[in-house]
């Protein structure tokens, strides 16, 4: 009996040691661990084949960098002459202009000016009374224009006297004329006086009377008077005082 119970507990036995082997044939634990490493382990460190390839990489790196650096350089001079050129530009079309209007102002300035034409509207007189007021102001204010206005011009002389008299007219009331006839009449009728209306005086001319401050009044003869339509005209001035009346009362003015 003893012999084939120790078969049958051997056989039992066998198959559980296999099971708690792992190595399965007997091989020790520790010789199987030093057979091949683990994937735990690192790869043992050595010289790679990569590092030529860096240096390569540096090296490029480097040359696009210095490319970069001279193009932007090469790029900096450019603007840097565009602009100094057009600086130039824009100064050389400042003088131009400068000088082109110095030129003017000096042309400008020796160029004579134009008379220029009386800009006021040419009044008519309505009547002898309206004529002698008009030209006691224009006599007061010494306004030469307003005082020429008075008179006949040129194309009233024309149709009123015909073209020969209205020329021998025109030579008698010149300008000259016209300026000594307002002096007198200017220093007849100074500040202070006051119209006081139209007198006939002899020779069919027309008289304007003078009032002075202190209460006397004076007659000035004129001129002649020609009529037209709608209004009237001086024909000729020769102002002078005809008549004086001293003052019947105590001075306004001292």
């Known amino acids: 009996m003893s012999g084939p119970l120790l078969a049958l507990l ?35 460190a050595g010289p790679t084949a990569e590092a ?78 309206e004529l002698g007021r008009l030209i006691f102001q224009a006599a007061r204010s010494r ?14 002389a024309g149709e009123l006297l015909g073209l020969q008299e209205a020329e021998n007219y025109l030579e008698l009331r010149s300008d000259e004329h016209i300026r000594k006839a307002l002096d007198v009449l200017a220093d007849a009728c100074r500040p202070g006086t006051t ?3 139209v007198v006939p005086v002899e020779g069919g001319l027309l008289g304007i009377r003078v ?21 009237c005209r001086l024909h000729l001035a020769s102002p002078r005082i005809v008549s004086e009346t001293p003052a019947t009362s105590t001075p306004i003015w001292t």
Do not use: C
């Open 10 to 44: 051997l056989s039992i036995a066998t198959p559980a040691a296999i099971a708690q082997d792992p190595t399965g044939g007997g091989v020790p634990a520790s010789a199987a661990d030093t057979a091949a490493p683990t994937p735990e382990q690192p790869a043992a």
């Open 52 to 129: 030529p390839a860096d240096d390569d990489s540096t090296d490029a790196q480097a040359d696009r960098a210095h490319d970069r650096a001279l193009a932007a350089a090469e790029a900096r001079t450019r603007k840097a002459r565009a602009d100094l050129a057009r600086a130039r530009r824009n100064l050389r079309l400042t003088m131009a202009l400068v000088a082109l209007l110095v030129l003017w102002l000096i042309a400008r300035l020796a160029t004579p000016r134009p008379t220029v034409e009386h800009p006021h509207h040419r009044v008519v007189a309505l009547n002898h009374d």
């Open 143 to 156: 306004d030469f224009f307003a005082f020429r206005d008075l008179f006949l011009n040129a194309h009233e």
């Open 195 to 197: 119209y006081g209306g």
């Open 211 to 231: 009032n002075e401050p202190n209460g006397g009044h004076f007659v000035v003869a004129v001129g002649s008077v020609t009529e037209i339509e709608g209004g």
